[in-house]
């Protein structure tokens, strides 16, 4: 399951496993006749993960004191 989000003149596209679906996103934007000037890929920190799943962040609950 992917999610997208621009920002400015940068498109973020939020996936589970992105070694795997670097491919596809390539040949996707492409055949869409999109261009890239860069790519990088990050992978999601703890506090990520636990932000998309409960809307709050760990600084938030106290729990990184």
Do not use: N, W
Request: no cysteine; aromatic share 4%.
């Amino acid at each position: 399951m992917a999610r997208t989000r621009v920002d400015e003149d940068v498109l973020r596209v939020y996936v589970d496993d992105g070694e795997h679906a670097l491919p596809s996103l390539l040949r996707t934007l492409e055949a869409d006749g999109l261009s890239l000037r860069s790519i990088t890929m990050e992978r999601a920190t703890l506090d990520d993960v636990f932000l998309a799943k409960t809307g709050r962040s760990l600084r938030d609950t106290g729990a990184a004191a």
